[in-house]
C-alpha cells in the first residue's frame, strides 16, 4: 500500500473565514511533514460561496504561504481561469510545482497553464461521452506533466456512474486516457501509466521541507520546554 499523503488549505468555498488564526492553524497542520501540498486553493466563481474578493484574497495569501513552506498548491479553479491564472503569475507559481486539480475543459484554456509548466489532474469528467475537447486537452498535455484523480466522492467516471466515486475507480479513467493519448494496450499503455504515477509521486511524496523540518524542530524544543517544569517537581 503506498504511503498516505496529506493537502490542506482554505477552498474558496470556505475563503470568506481565512483570518489570521486560520492562517495560523495552516502553518501547524503544514509543519506536518505528511502534509504534501497547499490545497485546494483557488477561485471558484460558480457557486460564489464566498464573495470573491475574500476568495482572491485567500488566495493570494496561500499562495505565498506554500512559497514560504516548500510545497506545491492544488488549483480548484472554477469558471474563473483567466483571473486565477493572473494571479498566479503575479504572485508567482511555486518552485516546488502547481497542480491543477479535476481539469474538465479544452485546450485553449488549458495550453498557459501547460505553458507555465503545470501539471494537470483528469478525473471523472475526462470519460464523459460529450468530452471530446477534454479528451483533446489531456492528448496534448506533456506526459512528465500528466496525472489522474477521483476527484472522489463526486464526478464518478463511465461506465460507473451514479455510484458513489471511490479511488478504485480510477482504473477507468486511466483507460480512457490511454484511449485519449492512442496509447495501444500492452506495453505502450503500461508506460504510460508507470509515468503518470512517477509523475505523482516527484509531485506529491516528497521529504520534508526545510520549512517543515524546522518548524518541527521548533514544535518539539517547545514542548520540551514546557514539559521542564514538571520535571523538577
Same mark, same amino acid.
Given at each position: 500500500m503506498?504511503?498516505?499523503r496529506?493537502?490542506?488549505g ?11 488564526g486560520l492562517e ?10 505528511r ?11 460558480h457557486y460564489d ?6 476568495q482572491r484574497r485567500?488566495?493570494?495569501r ?10 506545491p ?16 503569475r ?13 481539469f ?7 495550453e498557459?497553464w501547460?505553458e507555465e ?10 470519460t464523459?461521452?460529450n468530452?471530446d475537447d ?6 496534448r498535455?506533456p ?5 489522474t484523480?477521483t ?7 463511465e461506465p460507473m456512474r ?5 479511488? &478504485?475507480?480510477?482504473i477507468f479513467?486511466?483507460? /480512457?486516457? !490511454?484511449? #485519449?493519448?492512442?496509447?495501444a494496450?500492452? @506495453?505502450? *499503455? +503500461?508506460?504510460?501509466?508507470r509515468q503518470?504515477? &512517477?509523475?505523482a509521486?516527484?509531485?506529491?511524496d /516528497?521529504? !520534508?521541507? #526545510?520549512w517543515?523540518k524546522?518548524?518541527s @524542530?521548533? *514544535? +518539539?524544543?517547545?514542548?520540551?520546554g514546557?514539559?521542564l517544569p514538571?520535571e523538577?517537581?
Amino acid at each position: 500500500m503506498p504511503r498516505i499523503r496529506i493537502a490542506t488549505g482554505c477552498h474558496p468555498h470556505n475563503a470568506k473565514y481565512f483570518d489570521d488564526g486560520l492562517e495560523a492553524d495552516l502553518r501547524a497542520r503544514l509543519a506536518d511533514p505528511r502534509v504534501c501540498a497547499v490545497g485546494e486553493i483557488g477561485l471558484d466563481f460558480h457557486y460564489d460561496f464566498s464573495p470573491r474578493e475574500d476568495q482572491r484574497r485567500a488566495f493570494r495569501r496561500q499562495v505565498r504561504l506554500a512559497k514560504e513552506a516548500g510545497l506545491p498548491v492544488v488549483l480548484h479553479v472554477r469558471e474563473a481561469h483567466d483571473e486565477a491564472l493572473a494571479l498566479m503569475r503575479e504572485e508567482g507559481f511555486p518552485e516546488a510545482g502547481t497542480l491543477l486539480h479535476c481539469f474538465n475543459l479544452g485546450w485553449d484554456v488549458l495550453e498557459p497553464w501547460v505553458e507555465e509548466g503545470c501539471y494537470v489532474a483528469f478525473g471523472g469528467p475526462l470519460t464523459f461521452k460529450n468530452a471530446d475537447d477534454v479528451r483533446d486537452a489531456a492528448s496534448r498535455v506533456p506526459v512528465d506533466r500528466l496525472v489522474t484523480e477521483t476527484d472522489a466522492p463526486y464526478m464518478t467516471p463511465e461506465p460507473m456512474r451514479g455510484m458513489t466515486c471511490g479511488p &478504485e475507480h480510477v482504473i477507468f479513467t486511466a483507460a /480512457r486516457m !490511454a484511449e #485519449a493519448r492512442a496509447c495501444a494496450p500492452g @506495453e505502450e *499503455r +503500461a508506460e504510460l501509466l508507470r509515468q503518470m504515477m &512517477e509523475n505523482a509521486r516527484d509531485l506529491l511524496d /516528497r521529504p !520534508a521541507t #526545510a520549512w517543515q523540518k524546522a518548524a518541527s @524542530e521548533a *514544535r +518539539a524544543a517547545g514542548s520540551a520546554g514546557a514539559a521542564l517544569p514538571h520535571e523538577g517537581l
